[in-house]
């Protein structure tokens, strides 16, 4: 790193807890408080769906702003909401405002995010910026991976609130250290006018995130109700389980993405896209038989390493190409192949109750290896860092 430790890591720490407000609610709380998958399924569509479309126009309004409000208070500001949506979800019986509370936190998360990856971009250079997706990814990932122990450990045992109070602290915590480790990154030219055409090659890293996320997010989704049927526990007996699992895969994924950020400073990242999508769809289509747990562990553990393989580099890739003056915008435009593909995975909670786990684990698995097509036919320079900057 030609950086300084504390920029690195004041660049990336905000995504540990923005993790526990997507994943560790998402997966872990939330279930416990609305019950069966088509439920599950059609309240996370809505929330991170609104979440999704929310954040184009949260990294718009960070982008025209940011001479008034820097990055870091727009992080800040879009915390509180989040914060107050978590608390009404758990502090809660009623099934309405549990789900009002579930919207509010996804749509005030995203708008976080849409602040948080611009950070990249905007200090750091084009030949640093795959390590740093990398370090991005370890920090998201095992973020995901706290989430899901503690949170795991904590819901097992009914308390709730304890929950909401550890996240709590971690926003907190990690905007300070934001505020400490990352200078306030003025506009250093004119802001430019955004253009509704997108920098080329954009749109197909968008569409192979989404047909990739889909697919790990769909299995990730119904993970405990997946644990429940193969050890045949009901929810509440396999949300420890789930979160144990949860926490190994994404420790996986965390370890591998430092590693493959390095390589996406050198290599070509559509190949790294490439190889990612077919080990995880290899991994998903491992689960398909019901194998017990031995067949869940070993499934779950490539679809880790290819994760860590296609989302590191699709960051990369995303991230070289955006306008630093515009990067709120597009990174948001860019996310909507992550929200969107959060959003959509919802929709196989209806299949998996008419149907059982194993047409939705194949359309999980074809989504994954489907997701190399659109870097492997579009033309636009998606490989090695010197090829998108030409």
Excluded: C
């Amino acid at each position: 790193m030609s950086r300084g430790a504390g920029l690195w890591i004041g660049l990336s720490v905000v995504w540990v807890p923005l993790a526990f407000l997507f994943d560790g609610v998402t997966v872990l709380v939330l279930p416990l408080r609305v019950g069966d998958a088509s439920t599950l399924g059609l309240v996370s569509l809505v929330g991170l769906g609104m979440g999704a479309g929310l954040q184009p126009v949260a990294g718009w309004l960070s982008d025209r702003l940011r001479d008034r409000v820097d990055r870091r208070t727009f992080l800040a500001v879009a915390a509180v909401p989040a914060i107050l949506g978590l608390w009404l979800l758990v502090g809660t019986t009623g099934l309405a405002a549990a789900i009002a509370g579930y919207v509010v936190i996804q749509a005030a998360a995203s708008a976080m995010q849409a602040a948080q990856q611009t950070l990249i971009p905007e200090h750091l250079d084009r030949v640093e910026q795959g390590r740093a997706s990398g370090l991005k990814t370890t920090f998201d990932v095992g973020g995901s991976f706290l989430a899901f122990l503690v949170l795991g450990a904590l819901l097992a045992s009914g308390d709730a609130v304890a929950a909401a109070a550890v996240i709590t602290v971690l926003v907190v915590a990690a905007l300070v250290l934001v505020f400490v480790l990352v200078p306030n990154r003025q506009r250093l030219r004119r802001p430019v006018r955004p253009s509704l055409r997108l920098p080329d090659g954009l749109g197909a890293l968008i569409l192979a995130r989404f047909l990739f996320l889909f697919a790990t997010y769909g299995v990730g989704r119904f993970l405990v109700l997946l644990v429940g049927e193969r050890l045949g526990l009901d929810p509440s007996q396999a949300v420890g389980g789930a979160a144990g699992l949860l926490a190994l895969f994404t420790l996986a994924t965390a370890a591998s993405a430092l590693p493959v950020g390095w390589l996406a400073d050198r290599q070509s990242r559509r190949d790294l896209m490439v190889a990612g999508a077919a080990i995880a769809a290899a991994g998903i289509a491992m689960l398909v038989p019901s194998t017990g747990l031995p067949g869940v562990l070993a499934g779950g553990l490539l679809m880790s390493v290819g994760t860590a393989a296609f989302v590191t580099a699709n960051w990369a890739a995303t991230t070289t190409i955006v306008a630093r003056d515009d990067a709120g915008r597009l990174m948001g435009i860019a996310n909507l192949g992550t929200g969107l593909a959060a959003a959509a995975a919802g929709a196989l909670g209806p299949l998996i109750d008419a149907a059982g786990f194993g047409p939705a684990l194949v359309v999980a698995a074809t989504a994954s290896a489907a997701a190399a097509l659109p870097v492997l036919i579009h033309p636009a320079p998606l490989g090695s860092p010197r090829e998108s900057a030409a």
